[in-house]
């Protein structure tokens, strides 16, 4: 495992990283790839240059992913992917969307619309991917994965309040009340995503259980602060090592449950994500 070590994921995302390990090696490979490929145009949109200088570097290199050829080690492993798993290039059309969304020079999201769209946009897509390469088939298990995706962006954006605002973002108001509001549409999201889970082959499901899991509290965490001053005076919000295994030993208990126990979908209040994404056109 030590070879891990030197990659993007390790360095930048713990709890994916913690996640990862459950995963064959041939599949953590292909997430690695879609992992590198996010995180370079993630690092494109958040570097701290001039705002005219993010835009032509994100336009150099959304135009090196639409050539035939290009000597970019990060993209050419990723199309590699793409063509191998049958990835429609639509549904990179729409991680691209999102990412040009942040390089304004004020982002303000206004509405629960397109609160949906641009996190479907930069994760949901993520989730649509990996699914992809976990084998899945049926629509409502796609629809599944962007819930999950979805859900875990609202978790970003719940614990990057400060740093996004820095960076003039701002992605729900500035108070504790719309904190607790995004971190419960999130876990709408995590429960409705379980019914998709169970579909996933038995050899990946631990390792997404323990991802979602291990993300979702994170948003407890936050909570926990009770109000925005002790929020900000306590930084950014990590999952330490100790409560990783505890919320991988719950995931455990999910992954047994699934085994033997079906789960239902859940209809009531069902969060209707897909009035505002045709998932038909990218699966």
Not at 11 to 29: C, Q, R, Y
Not at 112 to 124: D, E, N
Not at 170 to 199: G, P, T, W
Not at 227 to 236: Q, V
């Amino acid at each position: 495992m030590n070879h891990k070590k030197n990659l993007l994921i390790a360095k930048h995302s713990k709890s994916f990283f913690w996640a990862s390990f459950f995963l064959p090696k041939d599949i953590f490979t292909k997430c690695s790839a879609v992992y590198d490929f996010c995180r370079t145009i993630d690092d494109i949109a958040d570097s701290n240059k001039n705002l005219n200088i993010k835009k032509k570097n994100f336009i150099t290199f959304k135009k090196k992913f639409f050539q035939h050829k290009n000597s970019i080690k990060v993209i050419d492993r990723f199309k590699v992917l793409l063509q191998k798993e049958n990835i429609s290039e639509h549904i990179i059309q729409d991680l691209f969307d999102g990412i040009q969304t942040d390089l304004k020079t004020k982002v303000i999201i206004k509405n629960q619309k397109k609160l949906y769209i641009y996190s479907y946009q930069v994760a949901g897509t993520v989730g649509l991917i990996i699914a992809k390469i976990l084998g899945i088939k049926n629509k409502e298990d796609f629809q599944g994965a962007v819930k999950l995706g979805v859900a875990m962006q609202f978790t970003n954006i719940a614990r990057d309040v400060v740093e996004d605002a820095k960076n003039n973002r701002f992605y729900i108001n500035d108070n504790f009340k719309s904190l607790k509001q995004i971190i419960q549409m999130a876990d709408k999201l995590y429960d409705e995503s379980m019914s998709s889970i169970v579909n996933i082959s038995p050899r990946y499901r631990l390792a997404i259980l323990v991802a979602r899991r291990v993300y979702r509290q994170i948003g407890y965490e936050i909570l926990k602060k009770k109000d925005m001053k002790t929020y900000l005076i306590s930084g950014k919000i990590y999952i330490k090592n100790y409560q990783k295994l505890f919320q991988t030993i719950l995931a455990t208990l999910d992954f047994i449950k699934s085994i033997f126990f079906k789960t239902k979908n859940i209809n009531k209040n069902k969060v209707n994500l897909f009035k505002y994404i045709n998932i038909n056109e990218r699966i």
